[in-house]
DNA sequence: TGGAATTGTGTCAAATTCACACAATCTATT
DNA sequence: AATAGATTGTGTGAATTTGACACAATTCCA
């Protein structure tokens, strides 16, 4: 019953690019793949999408699967659709970033998926269009941190400032001066003072800030801006 | 000779919206459709995606027929997969972003694919969910024309700096001072005064300007900035 | 010839950024 | 318990950028 019979129909793949921070460093949580094609060599998290699902839940799906996780922040970033991109059969893949706190996640689910951790900067080379789809993400990640105040989500409920430019560090690739960063981040008005001290540091006790969830809905089409961003402008 | 046996095949439309300015407002190309599903109502341009073709060549295909242009600003932003956006069958679509001069196409393509320049503000409803789709485009406009020097691409090869300031106000939908616009613009370099005049304008002719292309390229990622831009961090 | 509309250029106060200095807190060591 | 080393919290001033204006010049038209 095929009303557009002369188009072709093709596999549906998605795959999630998920993002951590160690406190040093952005990692990746990749999979270790234990069945075939391209079998022992690491990828990105992914599966096909299902007959009656649509791409965001089947993104969601995936992402619960593997971490035990649900309501994290995922959008979807780009469409890889290279004819010959998958040497099996001709998939186009749905793209999601993800971003989750690295500590808070379901270790077993991890180690049935056969996954881990793996720092960006030193990740191994994987399969297929994987290694263009995560130069992908990571420009994403760069502009949309600009813009927004994203980063939180990378971040335990309860952070240091320090702690947070450290992550802006590891972002950007780029060491930043701490008491403009400090005087900068607070002046946004997202962060609150808990009044408690970070007892992991080794000396001065850092304070730990927790995020202004209202004020983060609120604000997050103001963060660092120039122009106006789509969120204000009264839509057409 | 199916290797993923479980996993199903979906139809893969492309659509685009092709972004034009009349010196006024922001208009879309769209097709009024003769032929079914939803004939006589208004969509973007699309198509389904060829057997041997990429998504980019698909989209470059699609806007050579519609427009007889090639080498035009074409961006993917994003992909619709709602299980029932197609009444008729599932169907994903790809959806790119095209940003044309207007007075620079095919005007008998344009009029054989039965499509015509409606303004953003005034358009009529569309079929599907065509409407998201162009509530997205515009959005990725807005985010990325205030990183980027991209309004050039709407514009012709010369124009005056009014001309240029009424195009980001129609993006923005907003007014903006005439003079702190002008420094603006001036201090990013990008502008080349060709000496000549617009003859077209009524009273004071306005200085005609083109756009420095060599350091278009080199300053596409520090047009207004606040954190560094992907392409000036070093990759990782 | 003078008025209306529009363009080109300039000024100045306010706000923001950048590049620093210094004091306070905590651990470890003597 | 005193001190050195490391890290955090806060401040200061010069330079730059922004925002809100004023005024002169150009062109058309009455």
Redesign the pocket.
């Given at each position: 019953m095929k009303r557009y019979p002369d188009a072709i129909r093709i596999l549906v793949a998605i795959d999630c690019i998920i993002f951590g921070f160690d406190g040093e460093e952005i990692k990746l949580l990749l999979v270790k793949r234990n069945f075939k094609p391209e079998q022992g060599k690491w990828s990105l998290m992914g599966g096909f999408l299902d007959q009656h699902e649509d791409l965001e839940a089947g993104a969601s799906r995936i992402l619960y699967n593997l971490t035990g996780l649900k309501d994290i922040y995922v959008e979807q970033i780009m469409t890889a659709g290279k004819v010959n991109r998958d040497p099996v059969e001709r998939t186009i893949s749905v793209v999601f970033f993800a971003l989750i706190n690295i500590h808070d996640h379901d270790q077993e689910a991890v180690k049935t998926h056969n996954a881990a951790w793996l720092s960006l900067e030193k990740k191994p080379k994987l399969i297929f269009d994987h290694d263009e789809m995560v130069g992908k993400a990571i420009e994403f990640l760069r502009y949309k941190a600009a813009l927004h105040p994203l980063g939180f989500e990378l971040l335990p409920e309860r952070f240091?400032?320090?702690?947070l430019q450290k992550l802006y560090e590891a972002i950007y690739n780029m060491k930043l001066?701490?008491?403009?960063f400090?005087?900068?981040i607070?002046?946004t008005g997202l962060l609150i003072d808990t009044g408690e001290?970070?007892?992991q540091?080794?000396?001065?006790?850092?304070?730990?800030f927790r995020l202004d969830k209202e004020r983060y809905k609120n604000k997050f089409y103001s963060f660092?801006h120039?122009m106006p961003h789509p969120g204000l402008v009264e839509p057409l």
């Open positions: 240091t400032i320090p702690q001066d701490r008491r403009n400090s005087r900068k607070l002046l001290k970070d007892h540091s080794s000396t001065k006790k850092a304070g730990l660092w120039f």
